[in-house]
């Protein structure tokens, strides 16, 4: 039987009147919200054809207001979860009910999933650069310099040390690659990092209690997890720093309220599908919108029918505030 199933049976009393919201938190009882990345390795790419289609529709002006309305660290929040929501409403649904969602099909979730990477470089390229505006390359330079040195300090020491505690059999056992004495370069210094790490947690959690204590003694434990983690993270933040001062071609706010309304246009297109269903099916879930809600579902009032109605329809409100440019929420 299905998560949703069984969260449709379990509301006490049941309100048989109102269509059912799968929220995040209810769904994270059972499956925690994955990330993006993984999202995207697990549905793919989108097709041609599937893009092509989704953005038939699409009115540029009416979406870039829409996106000059909402933050892009929250739509960023929001798709995950809200990926995960629908797919689980889908997977709960019978073929009767399947072909009731019109407009909908799961090969819209590579489409919204690509959008979304695309929102997150450009949001990430437009943090560098303000973050770069108040760095000078001396500094950010020096920065950059003294975390790759720690780093590498750090990661030989380390290297060495586990060598002298532990062979190489260990950990082919364990299913670990070998990793570089010296890594060529920082993305490969920051990956070796991040895999140090791992295997010697996962290393140090194999041993016996005793044998744990004596590690951690040693600083062979979980404070030298959390310094190469560290160390790593340094290394990543401060070569993210230096290369926004070097980058020629800046996102502007635009570009950025632009992506903003593509991703919410195809959010949109999921979310009316499921709406518009469960107005005919109360069984059907609704996907639950998280952060980005108030885009979409604005005042409901009761209908004659006992189903609640938004106020218009659940086309988001895109009318700029006539005074002033609208302002991230």
């Not at 549905?43 to 699409?58: C, K, N, P």
């Not at 409403?89 to 489409?111: D, E, K």
């Not at 790759?148 to 040390?161: G, M, P, S, T």
Request: include cysteine; charge should be negative.
């Amino acid at each position: 039987m299905s998560f949703a199933h069984d969260l449709y049976n379990s509301l006490s009393p049941h309100d048989a009147s109102k269509p059912l919201h799968l929220r995040n938190e209810a769904a994270n009882d059972a499956t925690r919200v994955i990330t993006l990345d993984a999202l995207v390795a697990q549905h793919g790419t989108a097709s041609a054809g599937q893009r092509i289609l989704t953005f038939a529709g699409y009115d540029p002006a009416a979406s870039l207001a829409l996106g000059q309305k909402v933050a892009s660290e929250r739509i960023l929040r929001a798709v995950p979860g809200f990926v995960q929501s629908a797919g689980q409403s889908w997977g709960a649904l019978t073929p009767t009910q399947r072909a009731r969602v019109v407009g909908f099909a799961p090969s819209l979730f590579p489409v919204l999933l690509g959008e979304t990477l695309s929102l997150r470089d450009l949001n990430d390229r437009y943090d560098r650069a303000a973050r770069a505006d108040a760095l000078s390359r001396a500094r950010a330079a020096s920065n950059a310099h003294a975390a790759e040195r720690h780093a590498r300090h750090l990661y030989a020491d380390a290297y060495a040390v586990v060598g002298e505690y532990t062979t190489a059999s260990q950990w082919s056992s364990l299913g670990f690659a070998t990793l570089p004495a010296s890594p060529a370069d920082t993305d490969r210094l920051t990956l070796a990092l991040d895999t140090l790490a791992a295997q010697v947690g996962h290393w140090h959690a194999t041993l016996a209690p005793e044998a744990r204590e004596a590690c951690d003694e040693i600083n062979l434990g979980d404070a030298l997890v959390r310094a190469l983690r560290e160390a790593a993270e340094s290394v990543r933040k401060t070569q993210c720093e230096l290369a926004g001062l070097t980058e020629t071609t800046r996102v502007t706010q635009r570009q950025l309220d632009t992506q903003d309304g593509r991703v919410l246009h195809v959010v949109r297109m999921i979310y009316t599908a499921f709406r518009l269903a469960a107005r005919h099916d109360r069984t059907i879930v609704v996907p639950d919108l998280g952060e980005i809600e108030s885009v979409f579902v604005r005042d409901r009032r009761p209908s004659s029918d006992g189903v609640d109605e938004v106020d218009g329809t659940d086309e988001p409100d895109t009318t700029p505030t006539p005074d002033a440019p609208p302002q991230p929420q």
